[in-house]
């Protein structure tokens, strides 16, 4: 494999193992079942995420956060960006901040927007205003279906 080949692998497997935690929080499944999910091996798992891991052989949780760089994507007023988001905390704000723009563009409704007023992640200013979210998303600028960046995308 190149060089550039190896490091786009590494960081699929390294998202892939982010999934596999966050699954692990979201629904309290043990490593293996999540892991499994994901189509990936639980040592695989531990090489890339075993700090946030706790307990031995059979009892592995999560823990509660984290502080690891993801490459997330984020609506700007110029359309999708890949970012780094620093945290799991973070990264499910802007998780949820995706989910209330789907929903508002679904139903049109605004209150799950409320939340997001005012916030920022990695110094981009989340977008809460109804119009230019829709004016985003009739251009085909918004991508709701993925929140991680893929390999090799520019932040």
Known sequence: MRSGKKQSHRNSTYNKALRVLANMRRTGKRLN???QEEHMDP???RKYVGAELRGGTGRTKPTK?????RRMLIPTALGTSPVKVRGSKRASLLGRYM???GQYLRTGDTDGLKEFDGKTIS???LI???LTLTALAQAGSLELDRI???????S
């Not at 956060?65 to 760089?69: E, Q, T, V």
């Not at 991680?148 to 520019?154: D, E, F, Q, T, V």
């Open 33 to 35: 079942a999540a892991a």
């Open 43 to 45: 040592r695989t798992v």
């Open 65 to 69: 956060s984290d502080g690891r760089n």
């Open 99 to 101: 989910s209330a723009v």
């Open 123 to 125: 110094g981009n200013p």
């Open 128 to 130: 809460t205003d109804p």
């Open 148 to 154: 991680y960046a893929l390999p090799g995308a520019s």
